[in-house]
């Protein structure tokens, strides 16, 4: 029964309300995650595929759809061989696992370009949903909710990062299914997750770390997790110029453009990285963790560690922190998980829906926002489920 009633609000619910529903219910019932994951993944790919294109998110901060749509239109008619040989002329846009099955939609079916965008729209949301199953033993709808709601900056990168999201999801199952399943295909699946996009080559090298201390059971002793951290924390400041540097010379030069910096308060940014980093390594010191938060850990301090050494770089909040704060809210809840009473996680998880909503809706009276566009315009339509978006659009 949960089962149906999980898509039936997926139907007539407004997605992210229906996905606040069902991981309460996920709570005391088990639901299974075929009925969740299918009916998740078409009413959020209709819900954000039904907007307007080429707007601004933000002031200076545009659309990255239509150059994907360009680069979609590119493939036409060339030869598959071709696809190999660009990603080893210039890796950066060309990764192979990205361009193949748009190439054979475009070449073999000669899909339209709408038609591209709604199945990659699909695409991310099942990759986001499949990754949080391998992530979980406990229901992947509370880790939905809390992936995209608890820091919404997540929900902008789905909206229009897909490059990058969907590597980072590919990343993220394969690690699931490595450090939580314990299934070795997922440490495959994380060495190629950067055929999808090659920024994901600095988790994976996190992961390769987090794999060495784990074999060495450094892990086992606190304070020396926290020696390492530090180490990482002056090392990868050190290394920032030489890492640039090197991304550049392999074909990166757009993305060490985001590196570029455009008037960031610095002060600002240190106290921000602070407040992200600090409750994390508290909770690390005086909770108990599991291998899957400690990859989540090193993860986050990772990136925590680049900001700082390059704080006017506002590409990086962009496009690195995208990925990284919203595993900072699963780290925090499995936190909560491990150590608190069962009891605590409705309440927590009815927070984290309050505050998701209140952030998305609060630049919509400034007119942009994933809140203003989504859906088109009606975002915050509670009854704005599947049957409502095919009926109404």
Same mark, same amino acid.
């Given at each position: ?17 229906? &996905? +606040?529903?069902?991981? $309460? ?16 993944? =078409?009413?959020?790919?209709?819900? +954000? ?19 994907? =749509? ?35 939609? !475009? ?20 990759? !986001? ?20 709601? $608890? =820091? ?25 299914? #490595? ?9 495959? %699946?994380?060495? !190629?997750?950067? /055929?999808?996009?090659?920024?994901? =080559? ?25 020696? *390492? /951290?530090? $180490? ?17 010379? %392999? ?6 453009? #985001? ?9 600002? *940014? ?13 909770? #690390? ?35 690195? $922190? ?9 780290? /925090?809840?499995?936190? &909560? ?34 809140? +203003? ?21």
């Amino acid at each position: 029964m949960t089962g149906l009633a999980c898509v039936l609000l997926f139907l007539i619910v407004n997605p992210f309300l229906a &996905l +606040f529903v069902v991981a $309460l219910l996920a709570l005391y019932y088990r639901v299974p995650a075929l009925a969740f994951v299918l009916p998740a993944t =078409i009413a959020f790919g209709l819900f +954000f595929f039904f907007r307007e294109y080429g707007i601004e998110w933000y002031p200076e901060s545009g659309d990255d759809v239509p150059a994907y =749509i360009v680069m979609y239109q590119y493939n036409r008619g060339v030869p598959l061989s071709e696809l190999f040989t660009r990603t080893l002329a210039m890796p950066n846009g060309n990764e192979p696992l990205w361009h193949l099955p748009w190439w054979a939609l !475009l070449n073999a079916l000669n899909a339209s370009s709408e038609t591209f965008v709604f199945l990659h729209y699909m695409a991310i949301f099942l990759a !986001l949903f499949l990754a949080m199953y391998a992530l979980s033993t406990r229901g992947v709808a509370p880790f939905a909710l809390v992936y995209l709601m $608890l =820091i919404p900056i997540s929900v902008d990168g789905v909206a229009h990062i897909w490059r990058q999201e969907m590597a980072s999801f590919v990343f993220l199952a394969g690690a699931g299914l #490595y450090v939580v399943r314990g299934r070795r295909i997922g440490r495959w %699946i994380v060495y !190629l997750s950067p /055929l999808l996009h090659l920024s994901v =080559i600095f988790f994976v090298g996190v992961f390769l770390v987090f794999e060495r201390m784990r074999r060495r059971s450094i892990f086992d002793d606190r304070a020396q997790v926290v020696r *390492v /951290l530090a $180490l990482i924390a002056v090392i990868v400041p050190a290394t920032s110029v030489l890492l640039v540097s090197l991304l550049d010379s %392999i074909g990166l030069a757009r993305i060490m453009g #985001y590196f570029e910096g455009r008037g960031v308060d610095r002060v600002r *940014v240190y106290l921000l990285i602070l407040g992200y980093a600090a409750p994390q390594l508290i909770a #690390y010191w005086k909770l108990r963790n599991d291998d899957l938060n400690r990859l989540l850990l090193m993860l986050c301090f990772s990136v925590f560690s680049l900001v700082l050494a390059l704080p006017a770089a506002n590409g990086i909040y962009d496009r690195l $922190l995208m990925f990284t704060l919203p595993l900072l809210a699963l780290y /925090l809840y499995r936190c &909560l998980v491990e150590n608190f009473p069962a009891d605590w996680r409705g309440p927590v998880l009815a927070c984290v829906f309050v505050i998701g909503v209140a952030r998305l809706y609060a630049p919509v009276a400034a007119g942009y926002g994933p809140g +203003f566009y989504l859906a088109h315009g009606r975002a915050f339509d509670p009854s704005m489920g599947i049957v409502k978006m095919l009926a109404t659009f």
